[in-house]
């Protein structure tokens, strides 16, 4: 299993940015849940989105809620985040994580861990 995340870059607070992740080694039909973390400095990694492909569930942290969404394009092995309305607190490095067997999603939360992309950066100037 492979994820290459891309698309993170520099932009303006309240700009909008969209990374991809594009699998590799699994199929979206294989019942894995992906996700998307984020880790910025000083701060602890924290869940930031989760999508299952095979039935189209989505969940939301809070602090992105109503600004973030992701989209998949199954047939492309793709997920995307697309970020509207970035903020400061939004700078951090963003991972694609996917998960077949321990993974679970609800309209809670998600637990995504088994494997992950290399990360990309993100950075939001005000």
């Known amino acids: 299993v492979q994820l290459v995340e891309s698309g993170g870059g520099l932009v303006q607070a309240g700009g909008s940015l969209r990374l991809s992740c594009v699998a590799s080694?699994?199929?979206?039909?294989?019942?894995?849940?992906l996700g998307w973390f984020r880790h910025a400095p000083g701060k602890e990694r924290e869940g930031v989105s989760c999508?299952?492909?095979?039935?189209?569930?989505?969940w939301y942290g809070d602090p992105v809620k109503g600004w973030f969404t992701v989209p998949s394009d199954n047939a492309k092995n793709a997920m995307y985040l697309q970020m509207n309305s970035l903020k400061d607190e939004d700078t951090a490095v963003y991972y694609c994580?996917?998960?077949?067997?321990?993974?679970?999603?609800?309209?809670?939360?998600?637990?995504?861990?088994?494997?992950w992309g290399q990360g990309t950066q993100v950075t939001v100037s005000s």
């Open positions: 080694g699994f199929t979206f039909g294989d019942d894995y849940i």
């Open positions: 994580v996917a998960d077949r067997v321990h993974r679970w999603i609800n309209d809670y939360g998600c637990y995504v861990r088994d494997h």
């Open positions: 999508i299952s492909p095979s039935d189209g569930s989505t």
